[in-house]
């Protein structure tokens, strides 16, 4: 069985990280063909670079603010890596899909393209993807799915203990950094460094067994993020991520559990009541160490997958903000946010109360 499961992970690696080919003008005009399409977790992204011109729209990459600045008739829009928003004059427009850094270019999803920037140049794109399995793969996702589905599963007796084992996701790593701060903090650089000061912890005071994604500074598939909650005894997944934001203000942690109602074509597979439960302990872990947590969201399904494994992603902070960003690129402010997780994860490992 497990012979079968790394052959199939391999075989949709493989299409996960393959190139597609776009075509994209304004519509009505000749279309333009832009080869460089990365696919991470069934989803195209496009550098902006590519994408801008054919728009006959402006923009360039500020290093210093580490933002992104499009100019458009309706004023200059900013987006920034990691980030959930665009912000465009005083308003902030919530993005689906975060822009992400790949290959050192800051690119954007199909659906900025389709969605956003027809609202922010004022006429319509015209976009086609030129690659049929990527558009089924974006599509839907059944295959991905499917595979989250049968792995997250979790089987043990009801007398075990609650919390056999630890899985962490370090977020990012390698030639994909994350969100950025001011002075060069990378999302990639505190998510490990938060994760491996859990580790220890985790080791040191519950004495179990912990699986990290990544224990250096290297780029993951999503079946290697994956791989570690395929442990038998893994009990827990945590996902550890930050983010950014166009200006500095906005501020906290964010905590993620699965959707509970079904996708298209599909059914509700389990009652995920465990995967809120420790969302809510760690919540309350993190208020009681002083650290301001806004309340717990339902996501989409990836990165989250399905099953009933619990799971919960942790946006441990804006690198945009001087506050979370002293927080999580000190040692001490590390030690305080896996301090937080530590407890949560013992106060979920009581029972089910």
Known sequence: ?????????????????????????????????????????????????????????????????????????????????????????????????KPRFIDSRLRVSEDFITRHLPDL????????????????????????????????????????????????????????????????????????????????????????????????????????RLKPATQPDVDALLLLHAQAAPDYKPQGIHLYVRRTEALPGQTVQTDDKDSLRLAKKIETALRNAGLNVYPISEAPLLPLGHGDLPTVLIEMGYLTNPADRMLLQGEEGQMKVANALFSGLKEFAKGRK
Request: proline share 6%; with cysteine.
């Open 121 to 224: 140049i004022g006429q319509r794109v015209f976009y086609r993807n030129l690659d049929p399995q990527s558009a089924v793969e974006k599509r839907s996702g059944s295959a991905l799915d499917r595979l989250f589905s049968f792995l997250l599963r979790k089987k043990k007796s009801v007398d075990e203990p609650v919390l056999r084992a630890v899985a962490i996701d370090p977020g990012h790593g390698g030639q994909d950094p994350g969100s950025l701060g001011e002075g060069g903090v990378t999302e990639k650089t505190v998510t490990l460094a938060v994760a491996q000061s859990l580790e220890k912890i985790i080791k040191m005071r519950l004495g179990i067994p912990i699986y990290l994604s990544r224990d250096d500074d290297y780029s993951l598939t999503v079946e290697e």
């Open 1 to 97: 069985m497990r012979i079968t499961l790394l052959t199939i992970l391999l075989v949709l690696g493989c299409l996960i990280s393959a190139q597609a080919a776009v075509e994209l003008a304004l519509d009505g005009q000749p279309p333009e063909k832009i080869s460089e399409v990365y696919l991470r977790e069934g989803v195209s992204f496009l550098a902006l670079d590519d994408v801008l011109p054919p728009l006959g729209v402006g923009g360039s990459w500020d290093a210093v603010d580490h933002v992104y600045r499009i100019l458009t008739p309706r004023g200059t829009a900013v987006i920034s890596p990691g980030s959930h928003f665009l912000k465009i004059g005083g308003r902030f427009v919530p993005l689906k899909i």
